[in-house]
């Protein structure tokens, strides 16, 4: 499975954007697909993840109310829609799926940078 971000960009306080990951190869190995991201200075953290059935939605407290994912299954593509940004969400987005539940996540791609101006 090969996995490419796109989406990011520079944007002011209180902007949106919306973050595109899409899947190629063989997309039915996969569980779920999740978005991380590595601020300047700071560890690579959990931001939002969906199960490949689009069951299940999960965030991290930062950005619940904020980001909204989603997945388009005919063009399995994730999409992370990010509201009411913040200076603090400036950061290298990453894509990455799960084979099984409890799984590493792989696949990490290049990223897309966010930066978000006050």
């Known amino acids: 499975v090969q996995l490419q971000a796109s989406g990011g960009g520079e944007v002011q306080a209180g902007d949106s954007l919306r973050l595109s990951c899409a899947a190629s190869?063989?997309?039915?190995?996969?569980?779920?697909l999740a978005w991380f991201r590595r601020a300047p200075g700071k560890e690579r953290e959990f931001v939002s993840g969906?199960?490949?059935?689009?069951?299940?939605?999960y965030y991290a407290d930062s950005v619940k109310g904020r980001f909204t994912i989603s997945r388009d299954s005919t063009k399995n593509t994730v999409y992370l829609q990010m509201n009411n940004l913040k200076p603090a969400d400036t950061a290298l987005y990453y894509c990455?799926?799960?084979?099984?539940?409890?799984?590493?996540?792989?696949?990490w791609g290049p990223g897309t940078l966010v930066t978000v101006s006050s």
């Open positions: 990455a799926f799960q084979e099984k539940a409890n799984s590493n996540f792989g696949s």
């Open positions: 190869g063989r997309t039915s190995s996969i569980y779920a």
């Open positions: 969906i199960l490949w059935s689009g069951a299940n939605t």
